[in-house]
């Protein structure tokens, strides 16, 4: 079993940064690839990043791209999401994901095995 814990939530100001963090845990944790998507109320869930464990491999949604960045602490089992320049769009709940198998499509949630239980992000304007 494979437990994910996000950190670095919070309610900040349009143009802040956050910092979330993911620690992931296990008996034996490897995965293919970590990813980070949001939910906002009325919303489905959205792909926001993803990092290949091995290759370090990165994707982002468009309405990211350039604003926030993903990165790993392989030592530490730990992925990062960095947002910069946040806006009020960007205000949900985040949530991280492993994917422990091949995944050749890591932008959909059907790839992702294990989910954290999300932290709160808001923006206001």
């Known amino acids: 079993q494979v437990q994910l814990v996000e950190s670095g939530g919070g309610l900040v100001q349009a143009g802040d940064s956050l910092r979330l963090s993911c620690a992931a845990s296990g008996r034996t944790f490897r995965s293919y690839a970590m990813g980070w998507f949001r939910q906002s109320p009325a919303k489905e869930r959205e792909f926001v990043a993803t990092i290949n464990w091995s290759s370090g491999n990165l994707d982002y949604a468009d309405s990211v791209k350039d604003r926030f960045t993903i990165s790993r602490d392989n030592a530490k089992n730990t992925v990062y999401l960095q947002m910069n320049s946040l806006k009020p769009e960007d205000t949900a709940v985040y949530y991280c994901?492993?994917?422990?198998?091949?995944?050749?499509?890591?932008?959909?949630?059907?790839?992702?095995?294990?989910w954290g239980q999300g932290t709160q992000v808001t923006v206001s304007s």
């Open positions: 994901a492993a994917a422990i198998g091949y995944a050749p499509h890591p932008h959909r949630a059907y790839e992702y095995d294990y």
